[in-house]
């Protein structure tokens, strides 16, 4: 049975640590499929002009195609030409709740990601989104430093 | 929401519009223009308010409320079944994860609640209670009740009749569903009722949407801080609207709306605090308004004053059957048009059955109206044209008075407010104006400038100057939505409820289920 491993990327270097790890990993442990996800950061209960609803699917297309293009599509090229089974996917939602709802809807065996950089008040008062993925996923987590 | 000077009554004018009276001076052109305009439009105002012939109730008012009795029996009462589900819509428990991203039912909502919450939820409530008494509050509630259904059918169709283009945006409302569904049913005429909404609503947008909003902000501003000339008012407002409209300024947008929402939860709950401190009158409260409902206790006009007043404020407080809130709604972009009709049903349900009926149970609660000690019945004022009121208050200045008695800074917080709804109002109004005019002259950037600018030109015009004509005629405009738009309603119901059936047999299947959050 092959293994997947799901790295979730935050487009900062945090990321370029969090592949290097999972291709140590794979490496390792042979055959293995990697799944690289990004999530760019939405909810569904925020306030919104009329304007802005009405361009909201086209701006929904531009952000995936941004987060494809830029982040997630060059770490997954990089990482076949090394050999390795890899595939994207970008989506919108809350990063720690998506990560692991992707990690489970592909049958993931655990997921890397890098440490969040800090965040100042937001991060003191309510966690970061590595710590509640750490505490609420469904599989290991394992935090890259 | 809108509140007419024909329809808010003379109290509502002299409880707000006091502090304008330096201010109309000042602006000396101010009567010619009044004069003009009055004579021009005179003659339509009238028609929209006439009262029903042998009545005192306006026709128009009628015309919504039969409109919403026939919804709620033609969809079997689905304002109370699919009330539920359209709590679980919003609450995104159908919601597929690939999706996400995309307008949520939540945001539809709450952008077009922040529409319609507003001036009419605070001065409106209290000059129904002020004229018709407790009992008002029994008929508002039915009335909002109602009106759930109207909502929910309007914006089915504005879903499910939107144009989509290739850049991804998206139009819808009224007129798209008229000139789009008539032509579907094959029926004729559909193209000139889209483009009197169009006109009607493009109208209502910058009076009762702009410009009366503009004015009661300014006469709510002049109230704190003193007497002084409405154009700055008008000038800075129209700054904001046209950075956030025309420059993209979203921030501001974003601000207010996330503060609009903050304040509705805050009014709410400063409401119910002053319930709970009165909680041995609550059972005497919701005596008094339905005993009042059908025995008027006193009030002018009976139990008639009491129903009419009620099923007025209701009506246009909601804007159930007016076609706003399906321009709002189309935005959202779902496979079944006929969700955000539930979510939409919604809206009456908060705006009038919950915060309508705050604000009157606080009037009555707190005892700002005054009885009789030896008959138990309610006191008019001097003219007998209202209930008397513990300092001679009405409109805002009630409702002001009411939240007062328990907390003295309440009235400044309440003056925020209003400012605040004000803008989210004329935000919203802008861009349903947007949409009737794009649809009239077609889209394009140049096109929507145009609008944009004569949108914050209004502004300024409606701040500057008390236009008591020109607001009438801006509220008819809005009822006169309603007119086109209940009556293409009525054509194109049978669409809605094949759409409620097929989706209720498949909800009923298992077809349609909650995804696995």
Redesign the interface.
Known sequence: MTTKIVIGLDGTENGERAIAFAKDLAGRIGACELLVVYVIEWSPFTFQTPEENALRHKRREEEIELATSRIVEPAVQALKSEGFAAYGIVRHGDVAETLNAITVENDGSQIIVGRASADGIKKRLFGSSTQYLVMHADVPVTVVN | MIISKKLGVSGLATGLLANAAAAQEAVGLDEKINQAFSDFTGPFVSFIFAPFPGTSVPWIVMWLVIAATVFSLYFAFVQFRFFGHAVSLVK?DY?D??D?????????L??AL??TVGLGNIAGVAVAVGIGGPGATFWMIVAGLLGMASKFTECTLGVKYRNEYD?????GGPMYYMSKGFNELGLPGGKILAVLFSIFCILGALGGGNMFQANQAHQQIAGITGDFPGWITGLVFAGIVFA??VGGL?SI??VT??V??FMGVMYVLAALVIIIMHADQIGWAFGQIFAGAFTGLGVAGGMVGALIQGFRRAAFSNEAGVGSAA??HS???TKEPITEGFVSLLEPFIDTVVICTMTALVIIITQQLVIDPETGMYMLNEEGTAVATVDGNSGVSLTSAAFASAFGWFPYVLAVAVVLFAFSTM??WS??GLKAWTYLFGEGATKELVFKIIFCIFVVIGAAANLGPVIDFSDAAIFAMAVVNVFALYFLMKVVRQELSSYAERLRSGEIRKFG?
């Open positions: 995104g919601s994860p690939n996400a991203g995309e307008v949520s039912h939540f945001q539809a709450a952008t922040s529409g850049d991804g945006t998206v139009s956030v409209i979203k947008a974003r709306e996330k609009v929402p321009i709002a935005a959202v972009r935000i919203s861009y349903y959050h």
